[in-house]
């Protein structure tokens, strides 16, 4: 990496000069990289033009961590995209609409400021006592897929990461009664945008790291009030329990997420158990044979 000013994006103007500060960046680019790359996320375009991705910036420590590393990779000429930095103000009470306007002038980054009150709608159809999150996550979604359109994006780019996905892969199976997560790539219902995750392999603690060490404007996201007693919160504290008394444990529990074994779970509609005959023997290039007793 280099540090001298004429050679980083103003993203980095600033940025510690420590060796825990270095190996930290390094790891969050080397972990975007890899998801970019692992899943897929930039198109192979035939016709020459670029795909361009709506980065969404909510203002929390990881949409500022997302943007710099993105930022970082394009201007490093390893993101082959172009990037629109988008924040959605949806009229929550308190919220200090003009700290992200001009954090992204002064960083001289593209972006689009949207103001939509969706707080409104859903003060008017949440129940008293229920959490907002939910009908608000559906609201800015399709907003931001309205924007992405309006702006010529192939790609809505989100700011989630492990720990993240691993919260709601224990949630569908504490309260959900599946296995799933977040995808770190997907299409979205219509069938016209990307949804892209590229922190997915980066830990929660290095955003917070990154952040506070940038001195990023963060701005809370329980503005609202709706954030108490959620069931993420239970199983964050789970989480937290189980990496406090085993070090690494969260990181094990997200490559499982990786290697899945079909052979080895219960769900007849992935792996054909009916159809196993004596005789047959499980190998990595058929992945019908008969799974290995342990």
Not at 74 to 95: E, H, I, S, T, Y
Not at 239 to 249: I, T
Not at 263 to 275: E, R, T, V
Request: hydrophobic share 35%; proline share 6%.
């Amino acid at each position: 990496m280099l540090d001298d000013a004429d050679d980083i994006h103003p993203l980095f103007y600033g940025a510690p000069k420590s060796t825990e500060f270095k190996k930290l960046r390094k790891r969050i680019v080397q972990n975007v990289r890899e998801a970019v790359e692992h899943y897929g996320m930039v198109e192979r375009r035939t016709d020459g033009t670029t795909p361009k991705w709506l980065v969404c910036l909510s203002g929390g420590k990881d949409s500022y961590t997302m943007l710099a590393i993105l930022h970082e990779l394009k201007w490093r000429g390893l993101l082959p995209v172009d990037l629109l930095a988008c924040n959605l103000d949806q009229g929550q009470p308190g919220f200090p609409a003009t700290v992200l306007p001009e954090f992204l002038e002064r960083m001289q980054v593209p972006h689009r400021v949207e103001y939509e009150d969706t707080y409104s709608i859903v003060k008017q159809k949440v129940p008293a006592g229920r959490t907002y999150c939910a009908l608000c996550s559906r609201l800015r979604r399709g907003n931001l897929y309205r924007i992405a359109r309006e702006e010529g994006c192939s790609a809505v780019v989100l700011g989630h990461h492990r720990d993240d996905i691993l919260e709601t892969f224990f949630m569908n199976l504490f309260h959900g009664g599946r296995l799933a997560t977040m995808p770190p790539k997907l299409v979205n219902e219509e069938g016209d945008l990307f949804v892209y995750r590229p922190l997915a392999h980066v830990a929660e603690a290095d955003c917070e790291k990154f952040a506070k060490s940038m001195n990023y404007p963060i701005i809370p996201c329980d503005l609202c009030g709706s954030q108490d007693g959620l069931q993420r919160q239970q199983v964050k504290q789970i989480l937290d329990g189980w990496e406090k008394n085993s070090p690494g444990r969260r990181q094990v529990m997200f490559r499982s997420l990786m290697n899945i074994r079909p052979s080895h779970m219960l769900d007849p509609k992935l792996f054909d158990f009916a159809g196993l005959m004596r005789g047959s023997v499980e190998t990595d290039e058929n992945p019908n044979d008969i799974p290995k007793l342990r």
